[in-house]
């Protein structure tokens, strides 16, 4: 990686990293800014990849395994890039509390995924999702980008294998 004045030079010329860039300056690239860039990547890529990881180090003056740490740790950030589609559920406590709990049993029975992961063939993604300000439809699941909620966790169940059916 190239450094040339303080200045990191991103992995690819490609607007994203400035979005990354501008949410690791406002925090003065200080390595508290760690958790927040992840999530900025995540949300501008989808996933983290390993240069995003070795971008950020530099970045940030963190160690490389600190930040490989960190963002394997939380299992809101995902490393692999997603599949074709993607279920996110939200965990937050209304919808846990209306049975996002069953969902996840389901996800791991029907698809072998636990949460974050991507099926072997890159078709189906499962993530977590943080409250998505729906908690009035809670429990809320979001099948690719079309918010689905108010359904008891069987008809989350049966609307996930009527999603799978058309969209696979
Ligand atoms: S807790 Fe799920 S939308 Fe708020």
């Known amino acids: 990686m190239l450094i040339t004045n303080r200045k990191i030079v991103p992995p690819a010329d490609d607007k994203r990293w400035k979005i990354v860039d501008v ?27 390993g ?3 070795e971008y950020v180090a530099n970045s940030l003056n963190v160690p490389p395994s600190k930040v490989f740490g960190v963002a394997t740790f939380y299992n809101l950030f995902n490393m692999t890039p997603l599949g074709e589609h993607v279920i996110s559920l939200c965990t937050g406590t209304a919808c846990y509390v209306k049975g996002a709990g069953e969902v996840v049993e389901f996800m791991r029975e029907e698809y072998g995924l636990e949460m974050g992961q991507t099926t072997p063939d890159g078709k189906l993604s499962f993530m977590v999702a943080r409250c998505v300000g729906a908690c009035g439809l809670a429990p809320v699941m979001i099948l690719d980008s079309k918010v689905v909620g108010r359904l008891s966790p069987e008809q989350m169940k049966a609307r996930i294998r009527e999603w799978m059916s058309h969209d696979q």
């Open 51 to 53: 240069e995003a990881l």
């Open 23 to 49: 949410t690791m300056r406002k925090q003065g690239y200080s390595p508290t800014a760690l958790i927040e860039t992840l999530h900025t990547i995540q949300e501008s890529f989808g996933h983290i990849s």
